[in-house]
Structure formats: structure tokens, C-alpha cells
């Protein structure tokens, strides 16, 4: 019997530049990108961590603008589809226009689980410039299944050529893996991605959930390298779908020797999961709920954990950071009654 | 409905102490067993990484004698069983009489998966001094369900407290563990404990299958710490069981701090997976085997890589260590012709 085929698509330019601090050198992005692409990975990713346009100073400032490590990448990626992450809000349509310019071919339009529709202008635009378009749905552990389905269908109705569904806060456990992605698969005709954090040390537990569900494309860094706990280890997982008997079409000791001469050097510090990236995994909450959180636990003398708990039980959303202080008073008026 | 409860066995002071070079120190073993303790672990287990009586030349020299380790752990653990394991042949009777003057409560007696018969003289005396005795099978993966129950059953018949089923070279995938596991289920009466390594990744998830398809014993270390890519993070697992509804009697915060309080500080290297451990989870092989195929390798110009997957492919087990070079020239061979 012929090997399901599963493309990989690798993320170390892009959600691992949170874990350099957006550092990333244009020597640095053409020998990742160029041994990536030639150990055989499908789409390889690269932008500022949160998208392109994400450098500022409220996200943190690239040091080397993205469309210069896109160009350059564009110089050495032959195979694989050179990719741009876009949040609308923070990147516009002129910006991935700028992107496809310098060399990229695909765009990945991501938005919160709910709001898959201040994607579509986006995902349109894409697509009337010949760009492959991925209509990705972060935060999906916060969204029933039936929800999920309805969101992926309004990135289905603009043309998306694959749906992403994202488990950015590392929450979910494979059942929820299994729900979410059977129900897309029972649902839309065209392929599905995953995208997983190891926040509960199950990011490639989970990918192989996802796979096995039906999915086809599976993302990945090297090394993990990635915000929080990191994500779904490239190599890792390109070695336990071999052992299972996907075709990944990756080399399996290129990307291993990618990830141990080229990306493990560069790392700032190595991918474990801590308490602070164990508990954001375990509340299912943001990973900038962190520094906010521990600022009011010290304002109002309360375990921090206690907070993200409770920002996690009321499904508080990036962008609402202003109420964690309101959080963390209504919880600390709880404790001295 | 009432929780099912499963029961976490901490072996930070005994696998962990490979990751270390076997260099606890009374202060650090009493600070981690004393903060295991505190927080509701049920079995503590304390030993040289290869069994009490391990320390030698040939598998690596304690730094503190384990005796005196383990005298000065039973001080501090009040509520926990502290635990030593012993693998036939490294240590005897003897060894296992001396760790009950010491303190030990509980032993668990391991052998290779297919040689449960040669524990059987150690189970039986451990029973007659009072202590618990657990049967402990390496290198699962190598046996089919069936061997797995015929092997388990020659402990049940001299009396264990329970089998432990270890994933010793961190090779399975959650299926593997749930054949296994379940196998188990439906043939013994006595529980069942599941030990994992995380060479594929997969070590939590593994975890959580053995303990849905019944085991109610887990083998943990904080932060992970253990031989090659390391055991089952503690934490993490028990965070997890929590979410999923489990009760481990362990307190969540208090298990955090101790890992990254007392244990990390010690750690003298992160618990990564790299190229070396991942390759050993991919081909299922000893750890032991390593350093061996390495210098194999550089004598007939091989990729390691290879040979460690042939080993693997052989059945190759702890103790055929010479026949490594035997390999590699049949490979070699084979290249040449």
C-alpha cells in the first residue's frame, strides 16, 4: 500500500523568532531556510512572531526586517513554498503584497477561532495574486467543534487552499485534537493543517492525533524552538510519522542535522517546559497574559497561577490584557472575605 | 463521580541520577525527596540509575554511597514509600537487606522484558522482610502482549505488589502502550505501573494511554531528568491528570516548585531530545549502546545512524555490546559490495 502523504511545514522562522526575540540574521535565515528546503519540507515559514508588520515595540522589533530575510531565504528555497504568517490588525493587504514581492508564495491569514471573517478580504487578495492562502483558526481548544466547522467553512467560501487550526495555547490533549479535526474532515473538502504548542508536553502526541484524524499538513520548528513550551519538534515528529508509516518526503537524518548544527546553536535557551509555559498550557490562556499577570500578583499579594486559572475559566482573549488587573481584584476581594 | 486515582512514582533520585553522573549529594537528595514527600508523591525511589549496588566502574561510581542517601532521605519522607530498584545481577539479597536497614520500604526488582524468571528469588525475600515488591519489565516494547502477560504472571505468582512496564529506550507510540497495557488489564489481578522515556516525544502521552487503559502507577522525575531524552516530566504528567480528571493526590503548585526550586538548580543540562536520544528512541535501542556505535561508526566509515537502526531492527539487548563492531562490519560490507 502506497504511504499517506503529510507535508511538513516548518514554523522556525516565524513562531520561533519569538524565542530569539526576533533576532534572526539574514546569514542566519538563508541556512535554515535553504537546509529545510533541501531535507524536503513542504512550506517553510518566515515572518516577525506575529506576523508580518509584527515588528514594533509593543511586539518586539526584528532585527533585521522580515522582507529582507524573506528575500534572502528566496534565494535558496527551490522545493518547499516560502510562507508569510498575516494577523490582520497588524499586517495589511500592502504588506503581504510587499511579501509576494520579495519572494513569498504563500500566505497563512490568521485569526482568532471565532473571527475567521476579518480574514476573507485577505485571503481574497492572496489568492487574485497567485499566492497559495491558509485560512488559520488560533486558539481553537477555546471553540466546540460544530464552530470550528462553521469558521473554516467562511475561510473554505473565499478560496483558502487549506484550513490551520491552531492549539496556540498548548492546552489541548489528543481527544481534543481527534474532535476538532474529525469534524473538519467530516466537513470541508479541502485539506487540513495543525499547528500544536508543548505547554502539556504534548505537541507531537497531539500532531499525530491530528494526522491520524486527517490531516495533511502538520506544523513544526526545529528543535521546538517556539514561544512558551516551543512547538511540535520537527525532527521528532518527522521520525515517529516515519516509524508509523507517513510519507513526510523529509530526509530524516538532513532535518536532524539541520536542527542540531544550524538551528540548536542559535537558540538563546533551550525548549523545556517550565512552570510559567506549563501553566499557560494548563489554564489555556495567552502567552502575553504572562508578564501582566505576574505584575498584578504582586500588586495584590495572590499565586499568579491562581490568576491565569481564573483568566483561563472566564476564555479571556489576547487584546483584553486590561482586565487582568480587574482579575486579579476581584480574586483578591474573594480571598479577604 | 468519584475520581479514579492513580498513584505517582517519583524517580528523579534513581533514573534521574544518570542525567547527573550519579552525583546526588545528601543535601540535594534530602531537599528533593523531602519536597516529593510534602507534595503527595506515593512511591520514592532512590538507588544508583542502575539499581542499588550500581556504582562501579563500569556503569558509572556514586558520588555519595546510595546507603547514605537513602538513610538521610527516610528521615524526611513521612508519608511516601521510598523506594530503591534492583536489577539482578548488580545487586543481590544483600544489597537489598542493607537498603531496608537504610530506610528502603519498597523494591522494584528489573529484568528484560523476556527474564522475569531470574527476580523471582529477590520478590520472594523482599515479601518475607515486610517490604512492597514490584515487578519491573525494561525494554517493552520488544515483547508482544502476549510474552508481556506470561512474564508479569511469573510475578504475580511470587507475590508482587504490582508489574511495572517500562518503554525503556523511549521507542513506543500510545497504541504500543495500550496493547500492552490492556493486555495486562485483562489478565492480571495485581496493578499495573507504566515507566516511559521520551526519546519520540511521546512520553506524557504514553503515559496517559497506559493510565486510560488501566495502569494506575506512574513513573515521573521533575523536570523530566533521566537518562537520554529523559522520563515523563512530573509536573507536566500530573498537571494533565488533573485536567483530565484524574486524582493523583499530588498538590499541582507544590510539584511545580519543586522541580524548577530544588531540581532544576541541579540539572547539568537541559532535558532535550537531541539527535543522539531520538535516534535511540527511533531504532528502540539501549543508551548503553551509544558510545559503542559511535566508535563503531568512525572505524568503517559509517553514518551511526545506520547501525543504531540495524541494532534496533536485530533485537540487539543490554549486554551484546561487543557484538556492535560485528554489525558494522557486515554493514560496511554491504556498502562496499
Known sequence: MEKRKIKIVDTTLRDGSHAVSHSFTVEQATAIAGGLDKVGVSLIELSHGDGIAGSSINYGMSKVPEMELLRAASKVVKNAKLTVLLLPGIGTIEDLQQAKDNGAQAVRVATHVTEADIAIQHIKYAKSIGMMAVGFLMMSHMASPEKIVEQAKIFVDCGADYINLADSAGHMVPDDVRARISALKNSIEIPIGFH?????????????????????????????????????????????????????????????????????????????????????????????????????????????????VELGRRGMVGGQEDMIIDVAFELSQQKTR
Chains 1, 2 share one sequence.
Open 196 to 308: 500544536s504548542h508543548n505547554n502539556l508536553g504534548l505537541s507531537v502526541a497531539n500532531s499525530i492525533a491530528a494526522v491520524e484524524e486527517g490531516a495533511s499538513y502538520v506544523d513544526v520548528t526545529c528543535r521546538g524552538l517556539g514561544a512558551g513550551a516551543g512547538n511540535t519538534q520537527n525532527e521528532v515528529l518527522c521520525a515517529v510519522l516515519d516509524r508509523l508509516g507517513y510519507d513526510t518526503g523529509v530526509d530524516l537524518y538532513g532535518i536532524m542535522d539541520v536542527a542540531e548544527e544550524i538551528v540548536e546553536p542559535i537558540m538563546q535557551r533551550p525548549q523545556i517546559v517550565n512552570t510559567a509555559s506549563l501553566m499557560l498550557g494548563y489554564a489555556g490562556v495567552y502567552s502575553s497574559f504572562l508578564l501582566h499577570t505576574y505584575r498584578a500578583a504582586e500588586k495584590f499579594h495572590l499565586n499568579p497561577r491562581d490568576i491565569l
